[in-house]
């Protein structure tokens, strides 16, 4: 091999490992990207599987007769899995709990940018007229455990504004105390109907 040939090999060589080292770091972000979307997706799931079994057994027993064991069990999961997402079962039915409270958060935060109150209030009626069972569940332990319901009574519009601060405080816990009065009630009467009481009381609350 003659110097030319041996000093082009050497500087393909280096051209290669370059390359490598650039490709390298980007290659390894990619990867690390995908396990971490794995792993928010395997926890996502787990914790799914956790929160259906407690819903699943509290349709055959009270919340004060079911064991961790039992939901693990019902679950699927491994008790490592378990105590990795959960503490205990009250913090499995606190988040249950939240994803409703979530609902109403997301329609009074829409509410409050300006939306339209009744079709938004529809949606989350309907919403929960089609989630009922689990939601009758959810309201026939909740008097009798420390859940803590938090429906988003933070800054408003003018947060200096003490008159608009507290109309806004009562508009939200009037819509919270609906629901509520509305399950009691059986749910008897449509999501149209609640949306229009809803939005109509809102308004007035907030002197619209």
């Known amino acids: 091999m003659n110097e030319m040939s041996h000093h082009n090999e050497k500087i393909g060589?280096?051209?290669?490992?370059?390359n490598e080292n650039k490709r390298t770091p980007q290659s390894s972000l990619k990867k690390k990207e995908a396990l971490r979307l794995s792993n928010a997706e395997s926890k996502a799931l787990t914790r799914e599987c956790i929160r259906t079994a407690l819903l699943m057994l509290l349709g055959e027993k009270r919340y004060e007769d079911i064991t961790t064991t039992e939901i693990i069990d019902k679950?699927?999961?491994?008790?490592?899995?378990?105590?990795?997402?959960?503490?205990?079962?009250?913090?499995?039915?606190?988040?249950?709990?939240?994803?409703?409270?979530?609902?109403?958060?997301?329609?009074l935060k829409a509410v409050q940018d300006g939306a339209e109150p009744e079709p938004v209030f529809k949606k989350l009626f309907e919403w929960l007229q089609s989630?009922?069972?689990?939601?009758?569940?959810?309201?026939?332990?909740?008097?009798?455990?420390?859940?803590?319901?938090?429906?988003?009574?933070?800054?408003?519009?003018?947060?200096?504004?003490?008159?608009?601060?507290?109309?806004?405080?009562?508009?939200?816990?009037?819509?919270?105390?609906?629901?509520r009065s509305w399950f009691a009630r059986g749910m008897a009467e449509t999501p149209e109907i609640m949306a229009k009481i809803s939005a109509d009381i809102y308004k007035r609350l907030r002197g619209h």
Request: proline share 3%; charged share 25%.
């Open 13 to 18: 060589k280096i051209n290669m490992k370059e």
């Open 75 to 107: 679950s699927g999961v491994s008790r490592a899995g378990f105590y990795r997402n959960y503490r205990s079962k009250l913090d499995v039915i606190q988040d249950i709990h939240n994803t409703h409270a979530s609902a109403v958060i997301d329609a």
């Open 131 to 179: 989630d009922e069972d689990e939601f009758k569940l959810l309201m026939n332990i909740h008097q009798r455990l420390p859940i803590r319901p938090n429906f988003g009574l933070g800054k408003t519009a003018d947060d200096t504004d003490p008159e608009t601060y507290y109309a806004q405080v009562a508009a939200n816990t009037m819509l919270a105390i609906i629901i």
